[in-house]
């Protein structure tokens, strides 16, 4: 069974810090792509942040600058730090993972966490 464990959600005054980490398990083949996307009350789910099993990364704009996001593939893991933090970045954020099961099933599985509050506080 595939599991995504995230963590490092809290709350943070504006201008902080926070680094979210989010670690697959179980039967993995490949992992084609990990990242991050977040939704805020009454909004819809929209990316943060992605990066390919390359390191090839993707960001929305209005992170570009305070965020990265990194990854170890050794640990299944993916990375985000939040830097710079804003009250409007306040949502809860997402771990999601594109990824291959087994050898011979050859299609690609998508994943999703559980979900990790983030909140900003002005």
């Known amino acids: 069974q595939v599991q995504l464990v995230e963590s490092g959600g809290g709350l943070v005054q504006a201008g902080g810090s926070l680094r979210l980490s989010c670690a697959a398990s179980g039967t993995i083949f490949g992992i084609n792509a990990m990242g991050w996307y977040r939704q805020a009350p009454g909004k819809e789910r929209e990316l943060v942040a992605t990066i390919t099993r390359a390191g090839n990364t993707n960001y929305a704009a209005s992170v570009k600058g305070r965020f990265t996001i990194s990854r170890d593939n050794a640990k299944n893991t993916v990375y985000l730090q939040m830097n710079s933090l804003k009250p409007e970045d306040t949502a809860v954020y997402y771990c999601?993972?594109?990824?291959?099961?087994?050898?011979?099933?050859?299609?690609?599985?998508?994943?999703w966490g559980q979900g990790t509050q983030v909140a900003v506080s002005s």
């Open positions: 999601n993972m594109k990824y291959i099961p087994s050898a011979w099933l050859g299609s690609e599985y998508d994943r």
